[in-house]
């Protein structure tokens, strides 16, 4: 099946793949096709991993708004820093 990863979204974007559902994982869990011996396993639908592009980009979009605010906090820290 045709799923799209977000577990890199922002280093990598979202990328499209053609993986089958593992039976250990309980049904959540992936694997990139074709298959290899040690081979790319993705766990978490909805969160590495998506069966709608939507969904991956709604996912991505809110891994980007959690990155923004750490980046401001962050910012915000340094701007404060004193050195003495």
């Known amino acids: 099946m045709k799923v799209w990863i977000t577990k890199y979204a ?3 974007g979202i990328t499209e ?11 959540s869990m992936i694997r990139k096709l074709p298959n290899t011996y040690f081979g790319e396993y993705y766990h978490g639908e909805g969160k590495d991993w998506h069966k709608t592009r939507e969904s ?29």
């Open 10 to 12: 922002l280093t990598q």
């Open 56 to 84: 991956a980009i709604a996912r991505a979009e809110k891994m980007r708004a959690k990155k923004l605010v750490s980046l401001k906090k962050q910012t915000k820290e340094l701007e404060e820093m004193v050195f003495e």
């Open 17 to 27: 793949i053609e993986a089958e559902v593992c039976e250990i994982g309980g049904g």
